[in-house]
């Protein structure tokens, strides 16, 4: 009898599955129809199904995402070297997509708006989720509230990018704001330059400073950069068929040999730099303004 019972809620609930996946199947065909409704949105405009999605720049995309969530993954078990690693290997793919789109003349509205959600999981939610998993949980609501606080910075940052993309005016040598991209690092290399040197986001060293609270300010700064008007050079102007003189492959050859030298300090070292610039920028503008010609 007992047995008898069992099947029979086995039978309910198999029923239930199918009539769920039903729901879900008439839910998504009903969805493809196309709307009556005129939508503004390029992005609509003729339908992804008879227009198709460029492969190749959104497999980049796709690969940041991955990174992204990965880093989230590692940082809820513990290994945060590995989630800071997969931050600064985002960002490279990130810094890919859009060059391989524009190279290769595949640039579309779907892209943008997936490259903006991928940004958003990999270098707006993945380092709040790290650096509260690190260092901010201890701080209580001071701790999330600090990573709330970093993540809606990225979510205003990056809508605030994508609607200034058709902005004539605009000057494309440089960011508004301190890129999502670049906070991201720079809260993964403080975690990872820490890591190196077996610093864990609770120690506290002369009896005064806190690491936890260094990780605060840190995530603080990195949040409230994304937001302000400061500019930041954004490499755009730069021409990768361009000849160059030979200096220059040296150069890039050093930087190479220093980064593999010593990953996590030259990281770290750089974005720290690159997120002062905004603010350096700023002091030599208004310097200009009060000294007279």
Known sequence: ??????????????????LALSLLIEKLIMAEKPSRIPSKKPLLDGGLKERGI???????????????????VQAMNGHFE???????????????DGRVARMTNTQSAFGAEYDSLSDMVSFGVAP??????????????????AAFVYCACAALRLARFNTKLDDEHQDKRYFQGLPSPGAAALLAGFVWVSYEYGVSGRDIFFGILQWKWM???????????MVTDLRYYSGKDINLKQSV????????????????????EVLFFVMTMYALSGYALWVRDRFKQKTPD
């Open 128 to 145: 709040a989720l790290i650096l509260y998993v690190w260092a901010l949980k201890p701080l209580g609501k001071l701790g999330w509230l």
């Open 82 to 96: 590995l989630s800071a690693m997969a931050i600064f290997i985002a960002m490279v793919l990130d810094g890919l």
């Open 245 to 264: 003189p030979f200096f220059v492959i040296l150069g890039v050859m050093l930087a190479i040999v220093l980064v593999s030298y010593s990953p996590p």
């Open 1 to 18: 009898m007992h047995s008898t019972n069992l099947s029979y809620i086995k039978r309910k609930k198999l029923s239930f599955v199918i």
């Open 215 to 225: 990780a605060w300010g840190i995530t603080i700064f990195a949040g409230a950069s």
């Open 54 to 72: 460029y492969l190749l720049p959104n497999l980049f995309t796709s690969a940041a995402l991955f990174s992204g969530f990965f880093a989230i």
